[in-house]
């Protein structure tokens, strides 16, 4: 039974596909032969001729061709509105279409250029690293903070990936807004006193939200771009291990598993981002590259929490600093570019 239902559908994909090579080479056929109508000035019945095949049945080259061709019987006969439908049917199934200057009537040409035919928005993903740098506030201890400084240093890279969209303001400026899962990772080392250390790393868990506005120079298959803005950032998850060893070996070094320390931190963080980067631009979007900054306005640390953990006061006599998580970062992703022609006014 199985066998027979695959026979079935392997025959009935056979004659599709053989329909489809046999609509094709006769669209075809029918192309060449209003292409040769048009060349002699015989153009009354092409719009009738070609109406079948224009919707279905022809490769995408041809099917341009056809439009194209349509479109300048249409502007001939002075039959505007026509040659605009035809238009925008036209840039909605080819955006990326340009006009041959070599080959076009500049007819064509024009009316083509009346029309908006640049992205109008963009939908893409994007992955990458970034590197910590923890900006000290204030400094506080169950030590003397002024004999021992404590060094907050970055040993690991962090995460970042997440979604992005994108909105044409003008020309070549856009407005962005992007939804980031990432990771700050980064060290912490200090004297205690005169018999120990306190070291330790920390994970932090955040969802960004960037909101920037973007210029891209030129028009070339690679462009440099610049973008400026600022971030939200919301810190749902931070974990902590700590370990603090004994000069000498004097005593057992104190450690355990890690310490959820999500509540000693503050849950929403914000700061202003700016990056550069270059695109690559490939059918109906482009890979990008971005390497920037985010830079940090506010301060990690929740001041209600900061003497909340006895385990960290009286085990690792450890106290929170007033710091703040900036991030060096770079990222790579592919954009899907969306268009939507308009007629544009001649003011625009």
């Known amino acids: 039974m199985k066998l ?62 056809a439009y194209k061709l349509l479109i300048n019987v249409y502007l001939f006969d002075d039959r505007v509105a026509l040659a605009e439908e035809m238009m925008e049917e036209l840039l909605t199934f080819e955006p990326e279409m340009k006009p041959n200057e070599a080959v076009d009537s500049k007819e064509f040409i024009t009316l083509f250029n009346s029309y908006r035919t640049i992205p109008l928005y963009t939908f893409g993903v994007s992955g990458g690293i970034n ?25 690991d890279f962090g995460l970042r990936v997440g979604i992005n969209f994108s909105y044409l303001i003008k020309n070549n400026f856009y407005a962005h807004a992007e939804a980031l899962f990432i990771t700050h990772k980064f060290n912490y080392l200090t004297n205690l006193d005169t ?16 909101l920037t506005i973007s210029y891209h120079f030129g028009k070339k298959k690679v462009r440099p771009t610049i973008k400026l803005g600022g971030y939200v950032n919301y810190n749902f998850s931070t974990k902590t291990e700590f370990f603090r060893p004994f000069i ?28 550069l980067g270059v695109k690559y631009k490939v059918k109906e979007g482009y890979w990008f590259l971005d390497a920037g900054y985010s830079y940090s306005l506010s301060s990690a640390i929740n001041p209600k929490e900061r003497y909340s953990n006895s385990e960290l006061l009286y085990e690792y006599h450890y106290v929170d600093d007033d710091f703040k998580v900036s991030n060096m970062f770079v990222s790579i992703g592919y954009k899907r570019l969306f268009y939507k022609p308009k007629k544009l006014k001649i003011h625009e």
């Open 4 to 65: 027979k239902f695959k026979n079935t559908v392997f025959i009935l994909l056979l004659v599709f596909s053989a329909n489809s090579l046999l609509a094709q080479s006769d669209c075809l056929l029918v192309l060449k032969k209003v292409q040769k109508d048009y060349d002699e000035g015989i153009i009354e019945k092409i719009p009738e001729e070609i109406a079948d095949c224009i919707k279905s049945g022809l490769a995408i080259e041809d099917r341009v061709t």
């Open 131 to 155: 590197y910590s740098q923890i900006g000290l506030i204030k400094e506080f201890g169950t030590y003397n903070t002024d004999l021992y400084d404590g060094k907050y240093t970055a040993p």
């Open 195 to 210: 018999s120990s250390t306190l070291e330790f790393n920390e994970n932090q868990n955040i969802i960004q939200v960037p």
């Open 248 to 275: 000498n070996n004097e005593q057992p070094s104190i450690t355990g598993p890690n310490i959820n320390v999500s509540s000693m931190r503050s849950k929403i963080n914000y700061g202003l981002i700016g990056s």
